[in-house]
């Protein structure tokens, strides 16, 4: 045993162990298809969540008097749709426009929509993206793809228990002959935590 | 019929609360098997839950939930008690 040997990770836990057996198991077996716990895992992380606040933003975008409730009482104009509970409580909208680009992170710890955005992806619970998106909003964003004009205020909100964000991406130049229905399949998770414009 | 929502999946702060990398996996072949065998329904998973929760209210949920998963393929006959023994 070397002298660092404390920083080696500590033995699987049996039930991890017995977890990646039955999970091998039900492979070999063919009751899970290969792929398909990924593929689960990415659906609640991607599909399933971000899909139901993807419609919030689509209805926002034809219903002027929905989009006015939604900015004033989010949890209330969500919750019309028949998103909600527990999780997606105190939620704030905020409307990105001409002049003003959106952003969220939960500097504290990792406080997510999970209702309207399903599991929050791996980088939003980074230490580096809860500094520096408040740091170099600017910076961070175009590393990240996003590039915001120069004259474009960032404002950065900082989501908690107490209060948790969504961030409403403009409309899409090009997109008044869209369905409701086929707005909604233009607006990503990423564009609703406001680290991409669509 | 149950949704995933009945099943009362801990959450911290409003998302999924998972402390280690197996447990999305067993959340994942829950998740699977209730797609797949159950036609979507989670309450088989859910009493099953209920009921591991209730036999050691000390152990971690996530282990319970494993065992939940256990006891669900073990009832349903989609394994054999060897093959739980073999793990």
């Not at chain 1, 909600?84 to 704030?92: F, I, K, R, V």
């Not at chain 2, 971690?60 to 793990?87: I, K, M, N, R, T």
Request: proline residues 8%.
């Amino acid at each position: 045993m070397t002298s660092d040997h404390h920083h080696h990770p500590a033995e699987p836990a049996p039930v991890e162990r017995r977890v990646a057996a039955l999970e091998q198991l039900l492979t070999d077996r063919g009751l899970v298809p290969p792929g398909f716990v990924d593929a689960i895992n990415r659906a609640y992380e991607q599909d399933i969540g971000p899909r139901n606040g993807a419609k919030v933003v689509a209805r926002a975008w034809v219903d002027p008097e929905y989009r006015q409730r939604l900015l004033t009482d989010s949890t209330a104009a969500i919750a019309e749709l028949g998103y909600g509970g527990h999780e997606g409580d105190h939620m704030q909208v905020v409307e990105n426009t001409a002049d003003v680009h959106n952003v969220v992170v939960c500097t504290l710890c990792s406080c997510y929509p999970w209702p309207v955005l399903g599991l929050p992806p791996a980088w939003y619970k980074d230490p580096p993206y809860r500094a520096r998106m408040v740091r170099e909003p600017r910076a961070l964003l175009a590393e990240m793809g996003c590039d915001v004009q120069d004259d474009v205020e960032i404002a950065v909100w900082d989501s908690s228990a107490e209060q948790r964000y969504l961030v409403l991406p403009q409309r899409p130049p090009g997109t008044d002959g869209l369905s409701e229905q086929e707005l909604a399949e233009l607006v990503t998770r990423d564009a609703m935590i406001g680290v991409a414009r669509l | 019929m149950s949704g995933l929502q009945d099943v009362g999946v801990p959450r911290r702060n409003g998302e999924l609360a998972f402390d280690a990398p197996w447990q999305p996996r067993a959340f994942g072949m829950a998740a699977s098997l209730v797609e797949t065998r159950f036609d979507r329904d989670w309450e088989p998973f859910r009493t099953r839950l209920i009921a591991a929760v209730a036999a050691d209210q000390d152990r971690p949920y996530w282990e319970s939930w494993a065992v939940a998963l256990e006891d669900l393929l073990l009832a349903h006959g989609l394994l054999a008690a060897e093959d739980l023994q073999s793990l």
